[in-house]
């Protein structure tokens, strides 16, 4: 386990501001919080060198990319047997319209995060994938 590293009141206060825009200048941080713009930058610096700050992200629009509507999906494969599950996981993670997978080990094997353009194409899409005969173990009955 990572060590964990002493964070005071400014060093928290620029972490929340970061978390909301990583792409905020230095200059800004620095006003928000009241410390002098080398300051902020030294602290960001060493909060990097540290671990405690990873990287920065990307956060798309998923509407405007043609993708609003988020659906979670609870999926059985049947017979649950790992030479059936394993190959299902990966298929369904290589799909476009796939986001998260998530496999548990309980009756209800596996749930998957997905977006789509709309509902009907949701279901249009689930149905008939899950119909088509091999298509998914999902669609055998054991």
Do not use: K
Not at 12 to 41: F, I, W
Not at 112 to 131: E, P, V, Y
């Amino acid at each position: 386990m990572a060590e964990s590293v002493e964070l005071d009141p400014v060093d928290l206060h620029l972490l929340r501001l970061l978390q909301n825009d990583a792409r905020t200048t230095y200059r800004d941080l620095a006003a928000q919080v009241g410390v002098a713009p080398s300051t902020c930058l030294d602290r960001v610096a060493r909060l990097r060198r540290a671990g405690v700050i990873l990287g920065h992200r990307l956060q798309l629009d998923p509407a405007r990319l043609g993708r609003g509507l988020q659906a979670l999906l609870s999926v059985q494969v049947r017979p649950h047997r790992r030479e059936l599950v394993g190959p299902f996981v990966e298929r369904i993670r290589a799909l476009p319209e796939s986001r998260t997978v998530f496999h548990l080990t309980a009756r209800t094997t596996t749930w998957c995060m997905w977006r789509w353009r709309t509902w009907r194409i949701c279901n249009g899409w689930f149905w008939t994938s899950s119909r088509r005969s091999g298509r998914w173990p999902a669609s055998r009955r054991g």
